[in-house]
């Protein structure tokens, strides 16, 4: 079982920053893809990024790409995602996701584990 808590959501202007975290419970965290998912009002919950359990591999979606990274830290239990450049359509509920294996991490249906979420809103 893992527990995943986000926090570092917020209000910013656009062109603005944000780093997002998300904390795991459990002893296993090294063990598992993650992921961060988003989901605007009215919209369907869309992949942003995923790292692999070493951190070694990441992966972005094309709307993202070149504005965020995603990192891990094994030693602390937590996955990160640092946004840059924010626009006013990265406004959205962001969750974090964990999964045991490397697998179309893009789709959400493969993850194991959630978040609740966490709010980002960026005004123009």
């Known amino acids: 079982q893992v527990q995943l808590v986000e926090s570092g959501g917020g209000l910013v202007q656009a062109g603005g920053s944000l780093r997002l975290s998300c904390s795991a419970s459990?002893?296993?965290?090294?063990?598992?893809?993650m992921g961060w998912f988003r989901q605007a009002p009215g919209k369907e919950r869309e992949f942003v990024a995923a790292?692999?359990?070493?951190?070694?591999?990441?992966y972005y979606a094309d709307s993202v790409k070149g504005r965020f990274t995603i990192s891990r830290d094994n030693a602390k239990n937590t996955v990160y995602l640092q946004m840059n450049s924010l626009k006013p359509e990265d406004t959205a509920v962001y969750c974090c996701?964990?999964?045991?294996?490397?697998?179309?991490?893009?789709?959400?249906?493969?993850?194991?584990?959630w978040g609740q979420g966490t709010q980002v809103t960026v005004s123009s």
């Open positions: 790292i692999s359990r070493s951190g070694y591999i990441t």
């Open positions: 459990g002893r296993t965290f090294s063990s598992y893809t």
């Open positions: 996701a964990a999964v045991q294996r490397w697998y179309e991490v893009t789709s959400s249906q493969n993850y194991e584990y």
